[in-house]
């Protein structure tokens, strides 16, 4: 294998283990910094070693092995608690059957979990536990975090520094909190799962339309979470919506790995286990009798898709009405963007055109290439080819997804033909 090949290879496994590598480092150092510092390391050795030695056979074992031993070599130096250090020296095992088996699975008790919690702590802003936390556990990069945030790059950077910073100078515990904090931080929580499984699901930059790992370990979590809290249902709301999602995965991209459209999905490919595992969940929010959340909201809209044979049978009437009741919980450009979306599918793309064209000078979309994507669907719908064309050229030279980019060229190329 290549120099640059291996490379991309440790790349790739790096994007998978990382969250996993920095809960089990947060959990022996008790420093989120610290933490990534020591994963950081592990990776450098990965780099150093592997193109000459070979990948190993268990990479995301090996990578816990080496950087539990940084973890212990740190402790050794510093002398930090020793006592602290002897309980969590006795109680790490190095590269025995059971950490493979944890590796292999993925699953890792709910460190994860406490991570999220951890980095979720009110004493941070809103917006930076969701930095930290997408940083953190879902191994994004500043640049991806600040396209999801859509603001500047070194805005996020900063947040997430300060907020390493604030939960190691307020000494804050790696653990689920108790029923009350929990609470508190709920919200947060479910919205760093959610963005977490919206990066899996359309990455934001990259040579892949999906990253199913994010996806799978989102859904993981989303699970978990509604077994410690069963009675909160935007918790159930979000599980559904990520079981509905999760059912498309085979359907969305093709044998070479291009996106397919939901309207032009094979619906036969939808996984119907877990269509029925979010319908279920779906129906559990429902009876915990409280007003929709957002959450709830958008997974009834997955579920409208879901129940539709075809795509001549959506309800889009229903599927707009949930999208109305979504702006009013949840106001954002982009549920406005959506709506839009419906709106034209059930009343016609003048309609949706016009709401998108009031949306055309909001600042938090200016950057956004689905607004140009959108716009040149309802153009070209409406047989105006030149400009579609131009409107897809625009959102593909704004999208950092190569699958993407490549997609909206040829829908842009196909409105030259029709001209």
């Known amino acids: 294998m290549s120099f640059s090949k291996t490379k991309r290879t440790i790349e790739a496994i790096w994007s998978i283990e990382f969250p996993t590598l920095i809960a089990k480092l947060t959990g022996m150092v008790r420093d989120v910094s610290l933490a990534e510092d020591l994963a950081q390391d592990t990776l450098v050795i990965a780099l150093e070693k592997w193109p000459h030695t070979g990948i190993p056979d268990n990479p995301g074992a090996w990578l816990m092995t080496t950087g539990k031993r940084r973890a212990i070599d740190h402790l050794r130096r510093t002398k930090v608690l020793e006592q602290k250090y002897t309980e969590i020296a006795n109680d790490t095992r190095l590269f025995i059957e059971e950490d493979i088996e944890n590796v292999l699975s993925g699953e890792i008790g709910d460190e994860l979990l406490r991570l999220i919690f951890m980095t979720s702590h009110p004493i941070l802003s809103q917006d930076a536990r969701v930095a930290l936390t997408l940083r953190l556990v879902c191994g994004l990069t500043t640049a991806e975090i600040a396209r999801s945030f859509l603001v ?16 190691k100078e ?31 699901y359309s990455a934001t ?15 993981r979590l989303g699970r978990v979470l509604a077994e410690i809290v069963p009675s909160e249902p935007e918790v ?13 995965f085979r359907a969305r ?46 997974a009834a809209i997955t579920a409208c898709h879901s129940q539709a044979r075809t795509p001549e049978e959506t309800n889009w009437h229903q ?64 047989g105006r080819y030149e400009d579609a064309r131009a409107e897809f050229e625009r959102a593909a030279s704004m999208t950092q997804n190569e699958r993407e980019r490549i997609l909206l060229l040829n829908r842009a190329k196909e409105c030259g033909i029709l001209e």
């Open 170 to 200: 307020k000494k804050i515990p790696f653990e689920v909190p108790l029923e009350e904090e929990l609470n508190n931080r709920l919200s947060t929580v479910l919205e760093v799962i959610y963005l977490m499984f919206n990066e899996g």
């Open 319 to 382: 599927i707009a009405a949930l999208y109305e009741s979504l702006s009013i919980v949840m106001p954002s450009p982009i549920v406005e963007l959506n709506r839009a979306v419906a709106i034209s599918m059930a009343f016609g793309p003048e309609i949706g055109l016009i709401m998108v064209d009031e949306l055309k000078s909001d600042p938090y979309l200016k950057k956004y290439h689905l607004l140009p994507s959108v716009r040149g669907d309802f153009l070209n719908k409406l």
């Open 253 to 298: 991209i093709n044998s070479k790995g291009e996106p397919i459209l939901l309207l032009d999905q094979n619906r036969a490919l939808w996984d119907q286990l877990l269509i029925r595992r979010g319908l279920s969940a779906l129906e559990r929010s429902r009876k915990l009798g409280r007003s929709p959340g957002p959450y709830f909201l958008q």
């Open 236 to 248: 159930h709301g979000l599980v559904a919506l990520m079981e509905i999602q999760s059912s498309r």
């Open 152 to 167: 500047a790059e070194s805005t996020i950077a900063q947040r997430i520094v300060r907020a390493k910073g604030t939960l």
């Open 205 to 219: 930059i990259g040579e892949n339309w999906m990253r199913p790992i994010l996806c799978q370990e989102s859904l």
